[in-house]
């Protein structure tokens, strides 16, 4: 049984130590569970996985690699069960295949590569004693999305010339969904993906606005444009502005085709979680990964049907399309002179400050305007990141997953780390990035005014800047830090049902796994951060999901370490010695059946 523990509600366990153990490690009296693994069959047809001779037809009805975000739906009608929807981010060539040849990648190897990413969406079973999870096979709502299933560009910039290409001329329809990083469930029943690195996939890149967004001159390392003339830019300039978008999704709708929903912006998406106003119009919150890039938000012109209607149901899936999109500037409130880069105090004992939502475009029926100087409306939603730029938005350290609470509805931003702060020609330390050469990075809380989603202005504080306690450049809401656990590279965060944040982890810098971490945001216990779980090597934490009964993680990318391969693997989880390393979910729940952490 768990030990009594002290603690927050829902934060009531013996905190895991940092290590360096091949496995998840969760707390003394909880018990786990594999859930899913890349390759198990989910679709009906498709074989038992088998690593040495994986084919693309094989993948495309089975879990695809590297899952990262998730989210668990109800199922009504169906006892015990729920829908669980998951991004699948990139894959790992060397990790998958005996003998991958990096410069002559096979034909079989690159469309099994094309299947392994996209969306899973896959039936689950609950164990009634434990909090334990298997997959449905078959079940008639899995599905699988990937680069080859079609999708639909919706909202300002969907017909636009500059999405158009030789295979779509209408430039409405993109096969295929990139790079799916972190993502949102709405209150109206979707889920929502954000295509972070689309870059990576694109060769030939030329344009100023292809180098904005990282698109390489040359060729790519995994080199798609040989098998497929639309990775090569040269060829199809705008195939690349088809990607970078957020993804909704209908999952209960097997037949619905997703869409990419233009008027949240183009740029590296990790994550896009929403939240209502008073009146019911969805904002919804959004982080572009990159060293000095923003974060944003849009806010819906249209107001969310209540009722699970098929009308009300139809009008929600247009909320998307109709808003305004914003940037955010921050603005600190010490004077610049007391940031001095190291992570010390200001004189006021907090950094803080003020800031505002810079309108960029707005979408509506009747077109599209722009709010940019010199870019036209579509510009804007295609080359978002152009338009930051003009409008002076804050460079900040790599804006991954936001996350509104669903209790008190201030935003949680989490910035990974920003290793290129203050370095020579590159933005230095400010009041909300205060750093330099940030490793560890730092989670900032945004309350907008007047509580209102959709206000104009906020007020920001740093809730936690990470690192080894230690450290005196690190700051946990003033919480006495002999009492936190160390935590470095914060990457995703979600709410548990008592309204604590958990912040998973991607990088770790302080030597040991990444990994889960649960924190109190108010009250006396503010601060008191604790790890619960551990990640096995080479992996990242992604797509933690905290329900009452079961915690969730998608252990992404576990082995990936310089030099590692198939024939030399660095991590044999989860199936043990001589079997192929596979990123999977897992399920960690109480062995007693009593909720998490209470
Ligand atoms: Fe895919 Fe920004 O993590
Ligand atoms: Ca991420
Ligand atoms: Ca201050
Ligand atoms: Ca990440």
């Not at 009722?307 to 600190?332: C, I, M, Q």
């Not at 779980?533 to 992404?556: M, S, W």
Request: net charge neutral; hydrophobic share 35%.
């Amino acid at each position: 049984p768990a030990p009594k523990a002290d603690g927050a509600r829902g934060l009531r366990f013996s905190p895991v130590a940092p290590n360096t153990a091949d496995q998840v490690t969760v707390p003394t009296g909880y018990g786990q569970n594999v859930v899913i693994r890349w390759g198990e069959p989910i679709l009906r047809g498709a074989p038992a996985f088998d690593a040495g001779k994986q084919t693309a037809k094989a993948q495309a009805g089975q879990f695809g690699y590297n899952n990262d975000f998730l989210s668990l739906l109800p199922l009504r009608g169906e006892k015990d069960r729920q829908v669980l929807v998951a991004n699948h981010e990139y894959t790992d060539e060397v990790l998958m295949f005996r003998g991958y040849d990096a410069q002559n990648p096979t034909r079989e190897q690159v469309e099994i590569a094309w299947a392994a990413h996209g969306l899973s969406v896959v039936v689950v079973q609950e164990e009634r004693r434990t909090g334990r999870l298997t997959p449905v096979a078959r079940h008639h709502l899995n599905r699988r999305l990937h680069t080859t299933s079609r999708f639909e560009l919706t909202g300002p910039a969907a017909g636009s010339a500059l999405v158009r290409t030789s295979a779509d001329r209408a430039g409405r329809t993109v096969l295929g969904t990139l790079n799916n990083c972190a993502g949102g469930t709405t209150p109206w029943g979707t889920t929502l993906h954000g295509e972070e690195n689309f870059n990576q996939y694109f060769a030939n890149g030329s344009s100023a606005t292809d180098k904005r967004y990282g698109i390489g001159t040359g060729a790519t390392e995994r080199k798609w444009e040989r098998f497929d003339k639309r990775f090569d830019l040269a060829q199809e300039p705008n195939e690349a502005h088809r990607f970078g978008w957020v993804v909704e999704l209908d999952p209960y709708d097997p037949d619905s085709t997703p869409k990419k929903r233009t008027a949240l912006g183009r740029f590296k998406h990790e994550a896009a979680q929403p939240r209502l106003t008073a009146d019911g119009r969805p904002v919804v919150y959004m982080g572009d990964d990159e060293r000095f890039d923003y974060f944003y938000k849009f806010v819906s012109s249209k107001r969310m049907m209540k009722g699970g209607s098929r009308r009300a149901h139809a009008h929600n899936l247009t909320l998307l399309d109709e808003g305004t999109l914003y940037v955010a500037k921050l603005t600190g409130d010490s004077p610049a002179a007391e940031i001095d880069g190291t992570g010390k105090l200001p004189n006021d004992g907090e950094f803080d400050g003020s800031g505002t939502w810079i309108p960029l475009a707005t979408a509506s029926a009747k077109g599209a305007v722009s709010h940019v100087p010199g870019m036209t409306a579509e510009e804007v939603f295609v080359f978002t990141r152009l338009a930051g730029d003009k409008v002076g938005a804050t460079k900040m350290d790599r804006p991954e997953d936001v996350e509104p609470s669903p209790r008190t509805g201030r935003v949680y931003v989490a910035l990974t780390n920003n290793t290129d702060r203050g370095k020579p020609g590159k933005a230095g330390a400010d009041e909300a990035n205060p750093r330099n050469l940030n490793k560890h990075g730092q989670i900032l809380e945004l309350a907008e005014h007047w509580d209102d989603p959709a206000s104009d202005g906020f007020a920001w504080r740093l809730f936690l800047v990470a690192g080894d306690p230690n450290d005196p450049a690190t700051y946990f809401s003033g919480y006495p830090k002999e009492k936190v656990s160390p935590i470095s590279c914060p990457d995703n965060v979600a709410f548990d049902p008592h309204g604590n944040l958990w912040i998973s982890t991607d990088g770790n810098q302080l030597g040991s796994h990444d990994g889960l971490f649960g924190v109190a945001v108010h009250g006396e216990r503010r601060g008191e951060l604790k790890q619960f779980l551990t990640v096995p090597r080479g992996a990242e934490t992604c797509g933690p999901l905290i329900q009452d009964r079961r915690v969730l993680v998608a252990v992404q990318h576990p082995g990936e370490i310089d030099g590692a391969s198939v024939e030399k693997p660095a991590s044999v989880w989860p199936d043990g010695p001589g079997k192929i390393v596979r990123p999977s979910v897992v399920a960690v729940w109480r062995t007693d059946g009593s909720d998490i952490g209470v």
